[in-house]
């Protein structure tokens, strides 16, 4: 939490302030109380839980004086809040190591299925986009809100050689932010040697667009990144300097570590190769963007991280002024002290009328002196 105004939070003082008034208030009362010939009298009168009924109504008085400060101050916390129309990009790996049967029936057609089924669980306020990657990226599908384009985007994927994790981040956060300024021309294919980026018109000569300014790490709320692998980078860039353009943007990265240790794909001849997930690397990706990052080893498992990732995907969060509801607590705590007050102090009193003296043994009153 932080504040607008924290300046004005030197007004605290007056709560202990307040709170040495009441202190001298009640010695004066105790010296008033010291003119009845017995104490005892006054509890009778007061009657059973008397402490409580006459310090409750100051404290929650006290209570309603702080929240009322702290509103004055203009408060600002980070709370979660159902989120508004945002965009997910979908970077999934289609290597040939997903042809790894540590995973029945194996890898790509267990991803395919749990993909699938968390697609068509998103919240209606969600685009969707799909990237693929292996040696090189792709967009297989474009944003959009129609879930069937979603599915049939999914069985298009044609499994490749390499792993390039980085260009599938980079390629993500292009398709997710167009306006950032995200270079995949000369990062993803590299440059010619005459300085020219690949792909740019020849009449066209401009400088290109300067990327925004750098904001906190998972402060964007548009939408977020799920990237899901299951080996390590073979070619491309380092999927951390990806991370890195991604945190300046804001965006989130999800990261999913599809496989176990002991995946093995089918080779000809009778030669079968391993491959092993970069846990290491999904986790720094997930953890510098601001992230999380999840490990599955079973398409059941594979199954209930996307569940979850659909519950944070229909909430965020945000700092948002959190003033009047401060003032509304104190107004409410204010108006319980009073009521409680004039229950038990006006309304009660005529319940409990103050027992007399005893008489003298000549049958006269004591005279006051």
Same mark, same amino acid.
């Not at 004055?72 to 600002?76: I, Y």
């Not at 049939?152 to 792993?163: E, K, N, P, S, Y």
């Not at 008489?359 to 006051?368: D, I, M, V």
């Given at each position: 939490m932080h504040f607008l105004q924290a300046e004005?939070?030197?007004?605290?003082?007056?709560?202990p302030l307040a709170f040495g008034l009441y202190l001298v208030m009640l010695r004066r009362r105790k010296r008033q109380v010291l003119l009845f010939s017995s104490l005892q009298l006054v509890r009778q009168a007061q009657g059973p839980g008397s402490a409580v009924r006459r310090h409750l109504p100051p404290a929650l008085v006290g209570l309603a004086l702080v929240l009322a400060l702290l509103a $004055?101050? !203009?408060?600002?916390a980070r709370v979660t809040l159902p989120a508004d129309y945002m965009t997910l990009v979908l970077a999934m790996d289609v290597s040939r190591s997903m042809l790894a049967t540590d995973v029945e029936p194996n890898r790509i057609e267990a991803a395919q299925k749990a993909a699938k089924e968390f697609l068509q669980e998103l919240p209606r306020n969600v685009r969707v986009a799909i990237v693929s990657f292996a040696g090189t990226a792709q967009v297989v599908q474009h944003v959009s809100d129609r879930r069937e384009e979603w599915l049939?985007?999914?069985?298009?994927?044609? $499994?490749? !050689?390499?792993?390039a994790t980085g260009s599938g981040l980079l390629l993500a956060l292009s398709t997710l932010r167009p306006d950032a300024g995200v270079e995949l021309e000369s990062t993803l294919y590299g440059s010619r040697s005459d300085g020219e980026r690949r792909g740019q018109p020849l009449d066209d000569k401009k400088a290109s667009k300067p990327p925004p300014e750098p904001v906190p790490p998972g402060s964007y709320t548009g939408g977020a990144i799920v990237l899901l692998s299951d080996g390590r980078r073979t070619?491309?860039?380092d999927p951390l300097d990806a991370a890195q353009r991604a945190a300046q943007l804001g965006v989130r990265v999800y990261t999913v570590a599809f496989g176990t240790p002991?995946?093995?794909?089918?080779g000809s001849e009778g030669y079968s190769f391993f491959t092993q997930v970069d846990d290491e690397t999904l986790r720094a990706v997930a953890e510098r963007t601001e992230g999380e990052f999840f490990k599955a080893s079973s398409a059941q498992e594979l199954q209930k991280i996307y569940?979850?990732?659909?519950?944070?995907?229909?909430?965020?969060?945000?700092?948002?002024?959190?003033?009047?509801?401060?003032?509304?607590?104190?107004a409410l705590v204010l108006a319980l002290a009073l009521s409680l007050s004039m229950l038990w102090f006006r309304a009660g009193l005529p319940r409990w009328p103050l027992p007399t003296a005893p008489?003298?043994?000549?049958?006269?009153?004591?005279?006051?002196r």
């Open positions: 004005l939070l030197w007004t605290l003082l007056l709560a $004055l101050a !203009r408060p600002v049939a985007a999914i069985d298009r994927f044609q $499994l490749q !050689r390499g792993t070619i491309g860039p002991h995946g093995v794909i089918p569940a979850q990732l659909t519950s944070q995907l229909s909430l965020e969060r945000r700092d948002t002024e959190i003033t009047a509801l401060l003032a509304t607590a104190a008489a003298s043994p000549e049958g006269k009153k004591p005279s006051a």
